[in-house]
């Protein structure tokens, strides 16, 4: 059974650098059928793609973020990284990864499974 | 702003079939699959319906989705109490390179 787990720190100093790291056991992220995602969620709010990368390391970003943003692979550990720079209390959120679907080349499709999630906070 | 519009609230008596709709465009749902997910209060996402209408093994029969043009449904009949969570449809959008588009969410309510 697949499963995926976030983790980092929780805490995060306004205008550095979030970093998160995804740990996938049960199965091989270097899978030709599959990209991996991170998805967050604002306190109270509705979920937001961050961006997925694939096994070769190509990656799909959210535009509104992609200037912030840089998703890395290792194969060799088996897990996924997220960057995300010049923070703010707007990027204070539930961090989710998840397993996302490859469809073709140019279009990815749905998120399965999910980790639990880890709640990072900006402070000022 | 969520670029899939979804109402941000429904609800139903138990027993009873309701409705969630997901509004699009033409380069994401008029183009791509739509995928919901259920969100239990507290829980992270779950994939409820991929491929426009296609449930994961162990999601019951109850939940059923459509898609017709650049809209989205998702039906749940039979209500039941455990229902009582968010819900949210999603779609890549071939626009700017590629991307995904979540709607803004819709808590469903078992009166």
């Known amino acids: 059974q697949l499963q995926l787990q976030e983790s980092g720190p929780g805490l995060v100093k306004a205008s550095e650098t979030l970093s998160l790291t995804c740990t996938v056991s049960g199965g091989s992220i270097d899978s030709s059928n599959y990209y991996w995602g991170w998805i967050r969620q604002p306190p109270g709010k509705g979920l937001e793609w961050i961006g997925s990368v694939y096994h070769s390391a190509y990656t799909y970003y959210n535009p509104s973020l992609k200037s912030r943003v840089t998703i890395s692979i290792d194969t060799s550990k088996n897990h996924f990284s997220l960057k995300l720079s010049s923070v703010t209390a707007a990027d204070t959120a539930v961090y989710y990864c998840a397993r996302h679907s490859r469809v073709s080349s140019k279009s990815l499709n749905w998120f399965d499974p999910w980790g639990q999630g880890t709640l990072v906070t900006v402070s000022s | 702003q969520s670029v899939l519009t979804q109402p941000p609230s429904a609800s139903g008596t138990p027993g009873q079939r309701v409705t969630i709709s997901c509004s699009g465009s033409?380069?994401?749902?008029?183009?791509?699959?739509v995928n919901w997910y259920q969100q239990l209060p507290g829980t992270a996402p779950k994939l409820l319906i991929y491929s426009n209408n296609q449930r994961p093994s162990g999601v019951p029969d109850r939940f059923s989705g459509s898609k017709s043009g650049t809209s989205a449904s998702l039906a749940i009949s039979g209500l039941q109490s455990e229902d009582e969570a968010d819900y949210y449809c999603?779609?890549?959008?071939?626009?700017?390179?590629?991307?995904?588009?979540f709607g803004g969410g819709t808590k469903l309510t078992v009166l």
């Open positions: 999603a779609a890549w959008d071939d626009s700017l390179g590629g991307h995904v588009v």
């Open positions: 033409s380069s994401s749902i008029g183009s791509n699959t």
